[in-house]
């Protein structure tokens, strides 16, 4: 009898071991998964950001080199990608800021697409207070310089991943003119 006992409380407390490993690699599971999505999340969340930016220095190239089509065309591909960025994956207060910026840069891309080059300046110069306020809030990997010209309307901002000056408000008519503001991360 006391032999039955000890032979049922060793299966009993082997079952009981299985049941914690099981229950345990099942919570593992849950926060990998959970983990998982966080980083697809993050990872879809960075990439949407890194667009922006790339068709924003694609924008602001075109300007530097005085090409009204392919400004046009920046802003076209910016219009597209600013429309298309989720906001879901940040605070409310953040979700209600970002859809104000990007109702008024997609605004300002969708004038860069059908306008003269005069006027596309005028568009990108409010259009880079957005993406300025909006990397404030998304955050960026790379390093960006806020750059600045004085002679450009009440003055005239940009972003830039180079720190050297190439002026998209006056392209090669005034290449140098301006100056870095501020280092941005």
């Known amino acids: 009898m006391v032999v039955a006992f000890v032979g049922l409380t060793t299966m009993s407390c082997k079952d009981s071991k299985k049941e ?10 849950h926060d ?4 998982s999505h966080t980083m697809k999340d993050s990872d879809a969340q960075n990439s949407a950001s890194k667009q922006v930016l790339a068709d924003y220095m694609l ?3 075109a300007l530097v080199a005085t090409d009204e089509g392919a400004s046009a065309k920046a802003g076209e591909k ?6 298309d960025f989720n906001v879901d994956n940040y605070t409310s207060e953040e979700q209600n800021e970002l859809n104000e910026i990007i109702e008024a840069a997609t605004e300002h891309a969708a ?3 059908k306008s003269d080059i005069a006027h596309q300046r005028e568009h990108f110069q409010m259009l880079t207070k957005d993406i300025t306020d909006m990397v404030a809030i998304i955050g960026t990997d790379n390093t960006l310089y806020q750059q600045f010209c004085p002679m450009y309307a009440d003055g ?10 190439k002026n998209p408000y006056f392209g090669s008519k005034m290449m140098n003119c301006g100056k870095v503001q501020k280092e941005i991360n």
């Open 20 to 29: 914690k490993a099981t229950d345990t690699h099942s919570e593992m599971g």
């Open 32 to 35: 990998e998964m959970s983990a």
């Open 59 to 61: 924008l602001k190239d």
């Open 78 to 83: 910016l219009e597209a990608t600013l429309k």
């Open 111 to 113: 004038h860069i697409m």
């Open 156 to 165: 005239g901002a940009w972003l830039s991943m180079e720190k050297e000056i």
